[in-house]
């Protein structure tokens, strides 16, 4: 995501909620990201944090006054709010949220998401009794139909020891729901892609399973980008280490008829399927119904196949649908890729080294090549498989780009940086 977030300039606006001090974090996750974060105080939030964590975090000067002297033109109300990527307001309040949908501007922050034309995310936090009254309920849907984002909040355990809807949501959600506004990319606008992603398990008895090392941690990254170019995202995935990211719709299965079955429930809208889960070949015929009790005697597991899933998506494809398949191999690379891109009839398959070290399962790193049916193969070093699957995403649009049929997925709808 460094390369989306890199050198953007992002309005953070913190408000007066207990959870102001979450904003530091967000604040720093930022600029580790590459962006030139603003912030911007308000009075009630100054008596939750300090502007100084704020201007030691980000290196810029913290707004915190509407007629304090201006000792830099560039961050001036006006000419910030046209210069700047984002305006993420976490913790938003219901006062802040009410004041931006009626137009109220009688501090710095207000005023400026008046003059602003940058995408508006809300990370609403307050009492679960705020945030369920009608006003704010009323006051978020006016929002929302003026173009402005929401992210949260999460249901839990408040500082006012009430438990219902009002915290903050996490961090890393509100970047990742943050990601597609600042991104710019429409490639995939309006186009519905489905992701497999983690492992599946297959059950022995009721307490052990036939397993993989999958972690979900490419699924979860295709998933990022996809969303980051405007598309709808929905990822099936099996037990994984990561969740799929915020934006996502997540549907959650186990085994790998469970898989099969909601890939052919959700396949069919798809435009673009990736299948990046590791499905087991294999399932136990006759799994215990009771836990296995070890004797000392030899244990036999007759298995039978699973379905598989990719070829049976290659033989029912419809014509301008994308697919794209993962191999993961430990010998003959490219031959064992090449015959199964060929055989279960994929557009593109991903050639995955899984033998060596830091490249496959458990880790943040890939090292392998793309196969295309129709072109050459693009060998890759090894790298983070955000990086990764940022290249891919790549390959797919120039994919969708080559082509123009009665689907609609053609040239004119997939113009890159559209």
């Known amino acids: 995501m460094r390369r989306i977030w890199s050198d953007k300039c992002i309005v953070l606006g913190v408000t007066g909620s207990i959870a102001a001090y979450k904003a530091c974090d967000l604040a720093s996750r930022l600029v580790e990201l590459g962006a030139e974060v603003v912030p911007v105080l308000t009075k009630s939030a100054r008596e939750f944090v300090g502007a100084a964590s704020f201007e030691a975090i980000t290196g810029q000067r913290a707004i915190t006054e509407m007629f304090e002297p201006v000792q830099n033109p560039a961050i001036e109300h006006i000419a910030l709010a046209t210069r700047a990527s984002l305006f993420i307001i976490a913790p938003a309040?219901?006062?802040?949220?009410?004041?931006?949908?009626?137009?109220?501007?009688?501090?710095?922050?207000?005023?400026?998401?008046?003059?602003t034309r940058a995408p508006i995310l809300f990370a609403p936090a307050m009492n679960s009794n705020m945030y369920s009254h009608p006003a704010t309920i009323a006051n978020i849907?006016?929002?929302?139909?003026?173009?402005?984002?929401?992210?949260?909040?999460?249901?839990?355990?408040?500082?006012?020891?009430?438990i219902g809807p009002g915290r903050l949501i996490d961090v890393q959600a509100i970047i990742e729901a943050a990601t597609p506004l600042v991104s710019g990319n429409h490639e995939l606008a309006g186009k519905r892609v489905l992701i497999t992603s983690g492992g599946t398990r297959e059950p022995v008895d009721p307490v052990r399973f036939l397993g993989n090392r999958s972690s979900g941690r490419m699924g979860r990254a295709l998933a990022l980008a996809a969303l980051a170019r405007g598309a709808e995202v929905?990822?099936?995935?099996?037990?994984?280490?990561?969740?799929?990211?915020?934006?996502?719709?997540?549907?959650?299965?186990?085994?790998?008829?469970?898989?099969?079955?909601?890939?052919?429930k959700h396949a069919p809208k798809a435009d673009v399927v990736i299948a990046a889960a590791a499905v087991a070949d294999y399932r136990v015929k006759a799994p215990s119904v009771?836990?296995?009790?070890?004797?000392?005697?030899?244990?036999?597991?007759?298995?039978?196949?699973?379905?598989?899933?990719?070829?049976?998506?290659?033989?029912?494809?419809?014509?301008?649908?994308?697919?794209?398949?993962?191999?993961?191999?430990?010998?003959?690379?490219?031959?064992?890729?090449?015959?199964?891109?060929?055989?279960?009839?994929?557009?593109?398959?991903?050639?995955?080294?899984?033998?060596?070290?830091?490249?496959?399962?458990?880790?943040?790193?890939v090292k392998g090549a793309i196969l295309d049916r129709a072109g050459p193969n693009e060998e890759f070093p090894l790298c983070a498989k955000e990086e990764f699957a940022e290249r891919l995403m790549e390959r797919i649009v120039a994919l969708a780009n080559a082509e123009s049929d009665s689907s609609g997925i053609g040239r004119a709808n997939f113009v890159p940086g559209g």
Not at 145 to 158: D, I, N, Q
Not at 235 to 247: K, N, Q, R
């Open 141 to 162: 849907e006016l929002l929302k139909s003026r173009g402005c984002h929401f992210v949260g909040p999460e249901s839990g355990r408040l500082a006012c020891k009430t």
């Open 93 to 115: 309040t219901a006062n802040i949220i009410a004041k931006a949908a009626h137009g109220i501007a009688d501090d710095w922050l207000s005023t400026t998401l008046l003059a």
């Open 290 to 365: 009771q836990k296995r009790k070890r004797d000392g005697a030899p244990v036999t597991l007759d298995l039978i196949e699973n379905p598989d899933i990719l070829a049976a998506l290659g033989k029912s494809r419809r014509k301008g649908r994308i697919l794209v398949g993962f191999a993961a191999e430990t010998e003959r690379l490219l031959e064992n890729a090449r015959a199964k891109l060929q055989k279960k009839n994929l557009d593109l398959i991903v050639a995955n080294q899984v033998s060596v070290a830091d490249s496959g399962f458990e880790v943040d790193t």
């Open 234 to 264: 929905t990822v099936i995935t099996g037990p994984a280490h990561v969740a799929p990211p915020y934006g996502a719709r997540v549907v959650e299965v186990e085994t790998a008829a469970e898989m099969a079955e909601a890939v052919a």
